[in-house]
């Protein structure tokens, strides 16, 4: 299994950027997806995830009405649009999945990409 995460840079605040994650090796449509982001000597922080389905999605409260998460299950493919970011937003960002329903919960994901670093300057 593989989660390749991509789409990470510098940006100025109130910027965007895309981040996708392909994944393969896995039956991506029996998956929830998560992103989660992590700054440097700090833990792991839930972003957001999305069903299987894409039917439901759920987002931390700090990126609510900023961020947006999507998947392609065609594709193979999880995306996180993030608009009006700001500088606590830099982080390396990395998608998880896991099968069943969606969690903040990251040790209840069972796979990992390796993650996308988000730079966002003031």
């Known amino acids: 299994v593989q989660l390749q995460a991509s789409g990470g840079g510098l940006v100025q605040a109130g910027g965007s950027l895309r981040l996708s994650c392909a994944a393969s090796g896995l039956p991506f449509s029996n998956y929830a997806m998560g992103w989660f982001r992590q700054v440097p000597g700090k833990g792991r922080e839930f972003v957001a995830a999305i069903t299987w389905s894409g039917g439901t999605t759920y987002y931390a409260d700090s990126v609510k009405g900023r961020f947006t998460i999507s998947r392609d299950n065609a594709k193979n493919t999880v995306r996180l649009e993030m608009n009006s970011l700001k500088p606590e937003d830099t982080a390396v960002y990395s998608c998880?999945?896991?099968?069943?329903?969606?969690?903040?919960?990251?040790?209840?994901?069972?796979?990992w990409g390796q993650g996308t670093l988000v730079t966002v300057s003031s």
């Open positions: 998880a999945a896991r099968q069943r329903t969606i969690t903040t919960n990251e040790g209840l994901y069972r796979y």
